[in-house]
């Protein structure tokens, strides 16, 4: 070769590198995705998809999962359907049965595949249980060794194969010359709508004014270090008078964070806060008697609504089973106890373990006129009331917003009898809590509170109406 040729030969050998790339690729195994799915626009005219009367998709319509089939017209997914088995594309359905999708979903995952801003959610889910393939109940329920572990849906997201062998029920239920339903007992959710859940049941996603924070304070002289925000503008009446029965005399809604014409969603911070004590766990009584029993939770949304902050001292289950009848024997005891457990301020874990520190002492008011809840240090902790009907701060700030705060405590408390009244049966005495915060989880079951609450409601209007006393 002469000396011109000599530039060439690094451009040579990139150019055979490029080539014998390009044709590894090409002899590489493809990985088999789902056919895409065409999603006709609004503005398309209906022909026809091609789909025979003996077809899979109308047999889907007209079996015992009549369920999964209004889903799967919720979501706007008949259509595709139609379109991809008209192309000639066999699927095969793992169908929950009706059971699955009314009684056994939970509540609140329903409401949120429903709702119109989580379609796609829906769509994923329903296309998870689609398999682009013919698949029958012999090669479907094979073992590990002998079939992939792993089958590809419409959905995007691979099944694990293993999980369907679980849930199938009634193999080859429904088979045409099209597809194959196979009946499953439960609805099986893949990661990203989990995901989706998750993140729209978090807290983060609460539009209300995020906790400032409790006054820092010097550990040595006990005096303030600094100021507390000021926050939105207080209303201007007493929560008392906001809560008298009679003409709305309570201020207008207070206006919320981001600008004047923003307000508070009291309910749904109401809301947010009983659905965080079914999470938590351990808080399962309190929650049911604030939605069935009395109408606490709604009086509370519309306070925060109209700008007023709340502390509640919630009794965890085991203290609510230790109730007596004797402290249930008078009318509106629900109520009552209830409402003494509801403070009319914002308080954190930290901001009244500093003022008893610093007080020694402190009477808190309550939505139970006139009587106050006193709170003070002991063990470490923050110990409200006096005597063997005690109760210690057990579970600090399980729920905190900025406008509603949730503490969890070990008993249920009791005003003290005023003279010429019955002074309810204290429960037995208790020792403190090895350390503040701890998450053990009693049993759960249902309290003496609520058991005597459906008693007493029995007498007097209709028990079909409380849905915790059926």
Not at 59 to 64: I, M, Q, V
Not at 222 to 247: I, N, T, Y
Not at 444 to 454: D, Q
């Amino acid at each position: 070769m002469g000396r011109g040729a000599r530039p060439l030969l690094p451009l040579l050998l990139l150019l055979s590198l490029a080539a014998a790339a390009t044709t590894a690729a090409a002899l590489a195994p493809k990985q088999q995705s789902p056919p895409a799915l065409s999603f006709p626009s609004a503005t398309a005219g209906g022909g026809g998809s091609g789909v025979s009367s003996n077809s899979v998709l109308v047999a889907l319509l007209d079996s015992r999962y009549t369920e999964l089939s209004e889903l799967v017209e919720k979501a706007l997914l008949l259509q595709p359907l139609e379109a991809a088995v008209g192309r000639g594309t066999n699927v095969t359905i793992l169908a929950p049965r009706n059971e699955a999708l009314e009684r056994d979903l939970d509540p609140e995952f329903r409401r949120f595949l429903l709702e119109p801003r989580n379609l796609r959610s829906l769509q994923s889910l329903l296309l998870f249980h689609v398999l682009p393939a013919r698949l029958h109940a012999a090669s479907l329920l094979l073992s590990p060794r002998s079939h992939p572990r792993h089958h590809p849906t419409l959905a995007g997201e691979p099944l694990e194969l293993a999980a369907v062998s679980r849930a199938v029920t009634r193999p080859d239920a429904v088979v045409r010359a099209d597809g194959v339903i196979h009946g499953v007992d439960r609805l099986l959710v893949p990661r990203s709508v989990q995901d989706a859940f998750n993140r729209r049941r978090s807290l983060a996603s609460i539009s209300a004014a995020l906790p400032t924070g409790a006054p820092e304070v010097d550990p040595r002289t006990h005096r303030l270090l600094r100021k507390p925000s000021p926050g939105p503008a207080p209303p201007a009446l007493p929560v008392w008078d906001a809560m008298a029965p009679g003409p709305a005399i309570a201020p207008a809604p207070a206006p919320g964070p981001g600008s004047g014409t923003h307000r508070f969603d009291g309910h749904g911070q109401v809301k947010d806060f009983i659905q965080t004590l079914l999470l938590y766990g351990g808080y399962n009584e309190l929650a049911d008697i604030l939605v069935n029993l009395t109408s606490l939770a709604t009086e509370m949304g519309r306070l925060v609504s109209e700008g007023y902050v709340l502390t509640v001292l919630a009794p965890n289950d085991e203290a609510m089973a230790r109730l007596t009848t004797d402290q249930l024997s008078e009318p509106g005891s629900p109520e009552d106890i209830l409402y003494y457990h509801v403070i009319p301020e914002y308080q954190t874990e930290e901001s009244m373990y500093n003022a008893v520190r610093r007080f020694g002492k402190v009477r808190y008011d309550t939505l139970r006129l006139p009587h106050k809840v006193v709170a003070r240090e002991a063990d470490g902790s923050v110990k409200f009331g006096a005597g063997e009907g005690s109760a210690y701060l057990f579970d600090p700030d399980i729920y905190t917003d900025g406008r509603i705060s949730v503490q969890g405590i070990d008993a249920v408390l009791f005003p003290p009898a005023e003279d010429g009244q019955k002074r309810p049966a204290a429960a037995p005495a208790r020792k403190a809590p090895a350390v503040t915060g701890a998450t053990a989880k009693p049993k759960l079951r249902r309290g003496k509170l609520l058991e005597g609450a459906c008693q007493f409601m029995g007498v007097f209007v209709r028990r079909s109406r409380l849905a915790s006393c059926q």
